[in-house]
């Protein structure tokens, strides 16, 4: 099991844009989780973090902890409904505990983590048991004064624990190593690459998520100059950016330090793609083809991948045949986009802006109305009328989410975490 690095922010008093760039810069330099919280009680700061939140979980892929103020089950609801993969309640302002219980019983167990003010509460008498019992996945302690005993009591818990720590006293490899620690939470690593600290760690012992490649260089079948293409890939949309080349210095490069790095053939030297740009390749996956000699690179684009600020670099067309290019994965996508874009730019005449202009309330009565056509096509036998159906209540539907301020990326994580 990894050990992780779960970068924190403080949220409150800060900005939204600032927690939102700063989480990203974590996730690019090489975080494993990513802790936020705002325990403020005034209900419009709390509302502006649970926004920026959830612009947070759309820009990232890795699992976030939410800490917020809990009163009653509502919260731990809002809260996840940030689209948080957890959320982070602290123990000495809870009055009810019961809460713990029934989010745990909605939610699942694996999504409440507990976080005490005071680290020897771990000493206690059925502490961990009582919050197993409660439906807790995980402690978090923080201030923690490291002595051996202490690393003992957490080897033998009940409860997975993270540690929250400046590093400023402490060593992060020895807090690391009692077995159940999941990881560590500290601002440290603020503006620092974590790539760097993990081989650090990796080299003493300490299992930490890195890259690292099922197969060696040296099984790669190269071109004469020593080198391999590589196709590179937006990991979304699967848009394809560039072509390019590594050796095998590149190559390693690549994997210890997550961003894509070729070799020039034309400069003959390393190259990081947007050191002078700022263009960033950051990987996601690498690939490599049946007969060992092409790499499919897929990775988070920032900025523009070629040179010329076109997106991809394919962008000169030679010959085309007409063809029906409708991507089924994206067409909602794009459907939405435009309903979107009437939303905030009306045109006169348009049905969309009809029903914006109206509000939510007529929005809501036409998803019903069309929610009723689909169960009265479907006793059809014909399934054409279905299809009509099924479309109107979907484009209705988009314009209830738009008016809600949900997009698809709302909607898919919501159920990729049913799967």
């Given at each position: 099991?990894?050990?992780?690095?779960?970068?924190?922010?403080?949220?409150?008093?800060?900005?939204?844009?600032?927690?939102?760039?700063?989480?990203?810069?974590?996730?690019?330099?090489?975080?494993?989780?990513?802790?936020?919280?705002?325990?403020?009680?005034?209900?419009?700061?709390?509302?502006?973090?649970?926004?920026?939140?959830?612009?947070?979980?759309?820009?990232?892929?890795?699992?976030?902890?939410?800490?917020?103020?809990?009163?009653?089950?509502?919260?731990?609801?809002?809260?996840?409904?940030?689209?948080?993969?957890?959320?982070?309640?602290?123990?000495?302002?809870?009055?009810?505990?019961?809460?713990?219980?029934?989010?745990?019983?909605?939610?699942?167990?694996?999504?409440?983590?507990?976080?005490?003010?005071?680290?020897?509460?771990?000493?206690?008498?059925?502490?961990?048991e009582t919050l197993e019992n409660l439906g807790v996945y995980a402690l978090l302690l923080k201030h923690v004064e490291w002595t051996e005993d202490l690393a003992e009591t957490i080897t033998a818990s009940k409860l997975p624990v993270i540690i929250r720590d400046s590093l400023s006293n402490n060593d992060i490899a020895a807090l690391l190593k009692p077995d159940n620690v999941l990881g560590i939470s500290t601002n440290y690593y603020k503006n620092k690459d974590m790539f760097k600290a993990k081989l650090s760690l990796k080299a003493q012992s300490i299992e930490v998520n890195t890259f690292d490649s099922s197969i060696k260089f040296s099984k790669f079948k190269l071109n004469r100059e020593g080198m391999i293409p590589v196709v590179v890939q937006d990991y979304k949309t699967c848009e394809v950016l560039m072509l390019a080349y590594m050796n095998e210095e590149a190559f390693h490069k690549t994997i210890e330090t997550g961003k894509m790095t070729y070799y020039s053939r034309s400069r003959k030297a390393l190259w990081t793609k947007g050191e002078t740009s700022g263009h960033?390749?950051?990987?996601?996956?690498?690939?490599?083809?049946?007969?060992?000699?092409?790499?499919?690179?897929?990775?988070?684009?920032?900025?523009?991948?070629?040179?010329?600020?076109?997106?991809?670099?394919?962008?000169?067309?030679?010959?085309?045949?007409?063809?029906?290019?409708?991507?089924?994965?994206?067409?909602?996508?794009?459907?939405?986009?435009?309903?979107?874009?009437?939303?905030?730019?009306?045109?006169?005449?348009?049905?969309?802006?009809?029903?914006?202009?109206?509000?939510?309330?007529?929005?809501?009565?036409?998803?019903?109305?069309?929610?009723?056509?689909?169960?009265?096509?479907?006793?059809?036998?014909?399934?054409?009328?279905?299809?009509?159906?099924?479309?109107?209540?979907?484009?209705?539907?988009?314009?209830l989410m738009a008016e809600c301020n949900l997009d698809w990326s709302d909607i898919v994580k919501e159920l990729a975490g049913r799967r």
């Amino acid at each position: 099991m990894f050990k992780k690095i779960i970068p924190y922010i403080n949220c409150e008093n800060e900005l939204p844009v600032n927690i939102i760039s700063e989480a990203v810069q974590y996730e690019t330099r090489g975080a494993d989780e990513l802790f936020v919280f705002n325990y403020s009680t005034d209900e419009a700061s709390r509302e502006e973090f649970f926004g920026a939140v959830k612009e947070i979980t759309r820009q990232i892929d890795i699992p976030v902890y939410i800490g917020c103020f809990v009163e009653r089950f509502e919260d731990v609801k809002k809260a996840l409904y940030t689209g948080a993969s957890y959320v982070m309640i602290q123990y000495s302002l809870l009055k009810n505990h019961e809460v713990i219980k029934e989010a745990s019983g909605r939610f699942g167990k694996d999504k409440i983590v507990i976080e005490t003010e005071h680290y020897k509460d771990i000493f206690k008498p059925d502490f961990m048991e009582t919050l197993e019992n409660l439906g807790v996945y995980a402690l978090l302690l923080k201030h923690v004064e490291w002595t051996e005993d202490l690393a003992e009591t957490i080897t033998a818990s009940k409860l997975p624990v993270i540690i929250r720590d400046s590093l400023s006293n402490n060593d992060i490899a020895a807090l690391l190593k009692p077995d159940n620690v999941l990881g560590i939470s500290t601002n440290y690593y603020k503006n620092k690459d974590m790539f760097k600290a993990k081989l650090s760690l990796k080299a003493q012992s300490i299992e930490v998520n890195t890259f690292d490649s099922s197969i060696k260089f040296s099984k790669f079948k190269l071109n004469r100059e020593g080198m391999i293409p590589v196709v590179v890939q937006d990991y979304k949309t699967c848009e394809v950016l560039m072509l390019a080349y590594m050796n095998e210095e590149a190559f390693h490069k690549t994997i210890e330090t997550g961003k894509m790095t070729y070799y020039s053939r034309s400069r003959k030297a390393l190259w990081t793609k947007g050191e002078t740009s700022g263009h960033f390749q950051y990987v996601k996956a690498l690939w490599i083809d049946c007969d060992k000699d092409t790499i499919l690179a897929k990775v988070l684009q920032i900025g523009s991948a070629c040179h010329t600020g076109n997106q991809s670099c394919f962008f000169t067309e030679l010959v085309k045949k007409e063809y029906d290019n409708t991507n089924p994965l994206t067409v909602f996508t794009e459907v939405y986009n435009i309903i979107l874009d009437r939303k905030k730019n009306p045109k006169e005449g348009s049905y969309t802006n009809y029903l914006f202009e109206k509000g939510i309330d007529k929005i809501l009565k036409k998803c019903g109305e069309e929610a009723a056509e689909i169960i009265i096509a479907a006793k059809n036998p014909d399934s054409e009328e279905l299809k009509y159906e099924i479309s109107d209540f979907l484009y209705h539907m988009m314009v209830l989410m738009a008016e809600c301020n949900l997009d698809w990326s709302d909607i898919v994580k919501e159920l990729a975490g049913r799967r």
